[in-house]
């Protein structure tokens, strides 16, 4: 599946994005996560969201952070809420054809949008 993302941005401390990740044919199918990398860090899952609509998240977002798709319009969505500067990173959606596991390796990825939060 071919994943494009945009929605990044800036933001202040305690502020809100959006991001979206378009996809292609299907789309429904796949489990779909959310990715973070700051420079000089490695690369850090944040939250997947299945086929059947289950989700689960990393703590270190849990609580502000919240995934959803639409399968109709072939987009995953993050609503990232309560925005701190260790936030601010390389965010990515990825994709693979199969059930959600946390250490599963994802196939597909898009080539990330900027989020930067300022104090």
């Known amino acids: 599946v071919h994943l494009v993302e945009s929605g990044g941005g800036s933001v202040q401390a305690g502020g809100s994005l959006s991001l979206s990740c378009a996809g292609s044919?299907?789309?429904?199918?796949?489990?779909l996560g959310w990715f973070r990398q700051a420079p000089g860090k490695e690369r850090e899952w944040l939250t997947h969201?299945?086929?059947?609509?289950?989700?689960a998240y990393a703590d270190s977002v849990k609580g502000r952070f919240s995934i959803s798709r639409d399968n109709a319009k072939n987009t995953l969505y993050l609503q990232m809420n309560s925005l701190k500067p260790e936030d601010t990173a390389t965010y990515y959606c990825?994709?693979?054809?199969?059930?959600?596991?946390?250490?599963?390796?994802?196939?597909?990825w898009g080539r990330g949008t900027q989020v930067t939060v300022s104090s």
């Open positions: 990825a994709g693979h054809p199969h059930v959600c596991k946390l250490g599963r390796p994802y196939e597909d």
């Open positions: 044919e299907e789309f429904w199918r796949y489990c």
């Open positions: 969201i299945d086929s059947d609509y289950s989700t």
